[in-house]
């Protein structure tokens, strides 16, 4: 139990309201870092097929905290923070690569994949001059090491040692569609990084959140290719941490809700535009169950992405209060067909930094930004479905998505 007192007073409506502060508050953010990031909780931090042989590695941020998953000579992965014990270094600063120890460009500390401490130049001194004290302990100077699982060949760590297993954090309605969508062997298609003007919060905010999808996105919602009338529900995980959200594009009801509301998918402007080429949203039912658009987000800022045929892990990295990036691994199955492959990489139009139905995420998050920074007493309304963090069927008309994270978010933090 977190004794320490609250770094701020939570709205008193609960999480259907977010205090515009923990958007720009550097306090928030550093206690973020540590209670949140280095707290109870599961962090994506790259592929097992990512890093198929011994000294593979790759790298992925926790928080503000670089962290090495690598591929061990008896075929483990082991994650470590990508920091030298010596001055603080990082060990390694390409995203990906293989090496055959860890050795520190600065003052070449060797260590192995386990996090061991192997050499240090000059423990010895020079002519019996100089060196380290008897009393020295390389044991003591290791690597930092995460706890890993490994769940469908994705690899997640932790800093945690209370944290639950990784299916008990996850919980059955995450796992499984994490088994639907990660259920046999990926092929990585590519990479996008995407630097958001924005909090971290917010796209996770824009993750969990379905109501936006269909408004927001008035392109694809022109094109009926995902609207709030089609049968979907939010799935709610963990008592609201974890989301999915997912919807059967063949089964719209909605008549002509869209065109008639007064939103901007119906209006005039919009009327003009259509697909020259209709091939860029040509699908096949990927999984045989006839959802369209699943999307699976993990707390804090993990995401997993079925849009059509594109298949992504998303995850969100902190970088400063005011600034995050979003890093986009794109894939396909090992046993598609040439076909299938070409109709993901034709798909990709659609998500990405440019893509035409996830670009609007990248810069709304920006505008909240700009719009709440002046008034950090103040507070977000989200009342669609009242305060329920409750799984909804049959309707995605709520915001119990980002309730959720918000629950997660205050539980953790203590606010
Ligand atoms: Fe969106």
Not at 5 to 10: E, G, I, K, Q
Not at 30 to 57: K, S, V
Not at 276 to 302: C, K, L, M, R
Not at 351 to 366: A, L, R
Request: charged share 25%; hydrophobic share 35%.
């Amino acid at each position: 139990m977190d004794q320490r007192a609250p770094l701020f007073d939570w709205p008193e409506e609960g999480v259907r309201r977010t205090p515009y502060l923990i958007y720009t508050d550097p306090d928030v953010h550093e206690a973020e870092m540590q209670r949140i990031f280095r707290g109870r909780t599961w962090h994506y931090l790259g592929l097992e097929i990512e890093i198929p042989h011994a000294g593979d590695y790759r790298l992925m941020d926790v928080g503000d905290t670089s962290v090495i998953m690598v591929r061990t000579p008896g075929g483990g992965v082991n994650a470590m923070v990508n920091r030298c014990a010596h001055k603080g270094s990082m060990l390694l600063f390409e995203l990906f690569g293989n090496v055959k120890e860890l050795m520190c460009i600065y003052h070449n500390w060797l260590y192995d994949f386990d996090g061991n401490l192997r050499n240090v130049p000059f423990g010895k001194g020079i002519n019996g001059k100089g060196g380290l004290p008897d009393d020295f302990q390389t044991c003591d100077h290791g690597l930092q090491r995460l706890r890993v699982e490994i769940l469908h060949g994705i690899v997640f760590g932790t800093f945690s040692d209370e944290v639950e297993p990784l299916s008990d954090y996850m919980g059955p309605e995450m796992l499984a569609n994490t088994t639907r969508v990660a259920g046999k062997e990926f092929k990585v298609l590519g990479y996008y990084s995407q630097y958001l003007d924005s909090n971290w919060k917010l796209y996770v905010e824009n993750a969990t959140d379905p109501y936006h999808a269909t408004i927001l996105h008035a392109w694809a919602t022109k094109l009926k290719l995902n609207r709030l009338t089609m049968e979907g529900a939010i799935e709610m995980g963990r008592g609201g941490w974890h989301h999915l959200s997912w919807s059967k594009m063949a089964t719209d009801q909605g008549g002509e809700v869209y065109e008639t509301a007064q939103f901007r998918s119906g209006s005039e402007e919009m009327g003009q535009f259509g697909l020259h080429d209709p091939s860029v949203i040509e699908q096949w039912d990927e999984f045989g169950d006839g959802i369209t658009t699943a999307i699976q987000t993990g707390f804090p800022n993990f995401m997993l992405q079925q849009i059509h045929n594109t298949i992504a892990i998303r995850v969100l990295i902190p970088r400063g209060v005011e600034g995050s990036e979003l890093m986009w691994t794109v894939l396909g199955y090992a046993d598609d067909e040439e076909w299938k492959t070409q109709g993901r990489l034709k798909q990709c139009n659609l998500i990405g930094p440019s893509g035409y139905i996830s670009m609007e995420d990248g810069m709304v998050g920006n505008l909240v930004q700009r719009g709440t920074k002046g008034d950090k007493d103040k507070a977000s309304v989200m009342e669609l479905a009242g305060d329920s963090i409750e799984t909804i069927r049959n309707s995605r008309a709520s915001e119990c998505g980002v309730r959720g994270f918000y629950t997660g978010y205050r539980e953790l933090m203590g606010v």
